[in-house]
C-alpha cells in the first residue's frame, strides 16, 4: 500500500462547477498536509496547507481534512480551464519530508 | 528573484558521467531538501539539509548519489557514473524551518542517453 493515494484520474469538469479531489494516506501520525498544483513541464506549486480537522477555505479553494479517516480533499469552486492541471496531495509525517501521491490529472472543460 | 533557483534547467549526460545540480534556495530558509520526478509520478524525497547539516538522506537511491549544502545556503545535488535510470526532473525545495510549506525551484530535467 502506497503511504499516500489518488486517483489519477482524469477528472473532467465543466467550466464554473465544483471539482473534488480526495486523498487518502496511511500513516496515522501525520500532522501536516499540502496541495500542490503541477502544470505540464512545471514544478509544483502550493496552493493550500491545513494542519487541523475540518475545513480551510482560501478564495476558490477548500481543504478539508479528517484525520480519524485519513482523509483530505480540495473542492475547486468555479472551476476556470486555467486549474487544469495535475493536482498533488502531499503528508509530511515525520516533520522534514513530504510524501506525495502520484497526482489527480483535473481537466475543465469550457 | 526570491524564489527557489535550480540550474541547468535542462541536462543531457552520456551513461557512466558524472553531473552536477545546482540549487539556490529562497533566502533565510533554513531547511532545503531535493525530490526526483519520473514522468506521471508525484515527486520523491531524496535528502534533506537544515542549514549545512544532512540530516536525512533515506531516500538516495544508490551510494552515486550525493548532496551538500557546505555553507547552508546553496546546494548541490551530484550523481556519479550517471545511468539511464537517473534520468527523471531533480526538483530542489526550501522552508523557513522544517514541517513549513515547502517552495519548490522549476526543476533540473535530467536525460542520461
Known amino acids: 500500500q502506497k503511504e499516500v493515494e489518488q486517483n489519477s484520474g482524469p477528472l473532467s469538469v465543466p467550466e464554473g462547477a465544483i471539482a473534488s479531489l480526495n486523498c487518502t494516506y496511511s500513516?496515522?501520525?501525520?500532522?501536516?498536509f499540502f496541495w500542490y498544483r503541477q502544470y505540464s513541464g512545471k514544478s509544483p506549486e502550493l496552493i493550500m496547507s491545513?494542519?487541523?480537522?475540518g475545513d480551510k477555505e482560501d478564495g476558490r479553494f477548500t481543504a478539508q481534512l479528517n484525520k480519524a479517516s485519513q482523509y483530505v480533499s480540495l473542492l475547486i469552486r468555479d472551476s476556470q480551464p486555467s486549474d487544469s492541471a495535475t493536482y498533488l496531495c502531499?503528508?509530511?509525517?515525520?516533520?522534514?519530508?513530504?510524501?506525495f501521491g502520484a497526482g489527480t490529472i483535473l481537466r475543465v472543460k469550457s | 528573484g526570491a524564489g527557489v533557483s535550480q540550474s541547468p534547467r535542462y541536462k543531457v549526460a552520456k551513461r557512466g558521467q558524472d553531473v552536477a545540480l545546482r540549487c539556490d534556495p529562497i533566502?533565510?530558509?533554513?531547511?532545503l531538501f531535493w525530490y526526483q520526478q519520473a514522468l506521471g509520478q508525484g515527486p520523491e524525497f531524496l535528502t534533506y539539509?537544515?542549514?549545512?547539516?544532512?540530516?536525512?538522506k533515506s531516500g538516495l537511491p544508490s551510494d552515486r548519489f550525493f548532496a551538500e549544502r557546505p555553507e547552508g545556503s546553496v546546494s548541490t545535488l551530484k550523481i556519479q557514473r550517471t545511468q539511464q535510470e537517473d534520468s527523471a526532473v531533480y526538483l530542489c525545495?526550501?522552508?523557513?524551518?522544517?514541517?513549513?510549506?515547502?517552495?519548490f525551484g522549476d526543476g533540473t530535467r535530467l536525460s542520461i542517453l
Open positions: 525545495a526550501s522552508s523557513e524551518l522544517s514541517n513549513q510549506p515547502q517552495h
Open positions: 500513516d496515522r501520525g501525520s500532522q501536516s
Open positions: 491545513i494542519y487541523s480537522n
Open positions: 502531499a503528508v509530511d509525517p515525520y516533520g522534514n519530508k513530504l510524501v
Open positions: 533566502s533565510g530558509h533554513v531547511s
Open positions: 539539509f537544515q542549514n549545512e547539516a544532512q540530516l536525512d
